[in-house]
């Protein structure tokens, strides 16, 4: 296992070709971009970010998912292709800039009358978008999100027999806020899982740092190992969950601590 940042921690704090030195610069070993708007899908922007993320390592790349996830799965046809013509330009950005996986989020369900997902109805457009992603050797990796298309435990196992080639993301704060324990989204990715979203929370139930909260880590980290992870541990927190910069390292330095005692 590895520490890392996502940019999101710095979002309105910088721009992300400002966010990639910045981290560098603290020591962290791995990221992932949180593209944030259409321009910075295009080869120019992406080909700054590689000039700019040092020693960085990419584990993956995440976009503003309204702007066109939802829309790969739509039933109108010239809705679904422009929403593939985005999703090509994100992943060749992806390619570009050394990102090795996308984390998905796919349809919303914001109503309140959303239905169940059927793995066997997704299984299509899920394999055109895991073939766009794989031109770009770009994983696609399914992230457990309260307001998407993985909002409960049950859909990644039988999904995943559908596309074999699909990873998990698991990301615990998300995974509280749907209402379901982390270790039943664990146990439906065990052997997929990809990487991992980590924030702490406090007492009173307010997001922060990993390592400034009551979140017990190292039973995640462990439980972790034990479903077969070996991968990026990326801290996700808003910009206004923490002060100074330097604090985003001595949380990476937390979470190492943790990695070499179960290790």
């Known amino acids: 296992m590895v520490s890392g940042v ?34 910075e899908y295009r080869e120019e922007f992406a080909r ?19 702007q066109f996830e939802p829309q790969l799965f739509a039933a109108h046809p010239r809705a679904q292709a ?17 990102a090795e996986r ?20 997704l299984a299509g457009a899920f394999s055109k978008i895991l073939d766009v992603c794989a031109q770009h050797n770009v994983r696609l990796c399914l992230e457990t999100v309260h307001w998407a298309l993985y909002n409960e435990p049950g859909l990644f196992r039988p999904l995943s027999k559908l596309c074999p080639s699909l990873a998990g993301v698991l990301d615990v704060k998300q995974a509280r806020l749907s209402g379901y324990p982390y270790p039943m989204y664990i146990r439906d990715m065990e052997g ?12 009173n139930g307010r997001i922060c740092l990993p390592g400034c909260g009551i979140f017990d880590f190292e039973e995640c980290l462990r439980r972790l190992q034990d479903a077969g992870f070996d ?9 206004q969950d923490y002060a100074e910069y330097a604090q985003l390292r001595r949380s990476c330095d937390f979470l190492d601590e943790i990695i070499y005692k179960i290790s």
């Open 6 to 39: 996502s940019t999101a921690c710095l979002f309105q704090r910088e721009m992300n070709e400002d966010a990639l030195p910045i981290l560098n610069r603290l020591g962290v070993r791995s990221t992932e971009i949180f593209l944030t708007t259409y321009s």
């Open 48 to 66: 700054l970010l590689a000039a700019r993320r040092g020693d960085l390592r990419v584990n993956s790349v995440h976009v503003l998912n309204t």
């Open 82 to 98: 422009d929403a593939f013509r985005v999703l090509e330009e994100a992943m060749r950005a992806a390619e570009i800039f050394g």
């Open 102 to 121: 996308y984390t998905f989020h796919g349809i919303t369900r914001l109503k309140k009358n959303s239905v169940p997902p059927q793995p066997e109805k």
């Open 192 to 203: 997929h899982i990809s990487h991992v979203h980590l924030s702490d929370v406090d007492e």
């Open 231 to 239: 991968g990026a541990l990326l801290i996700e927190v808003y910009p």
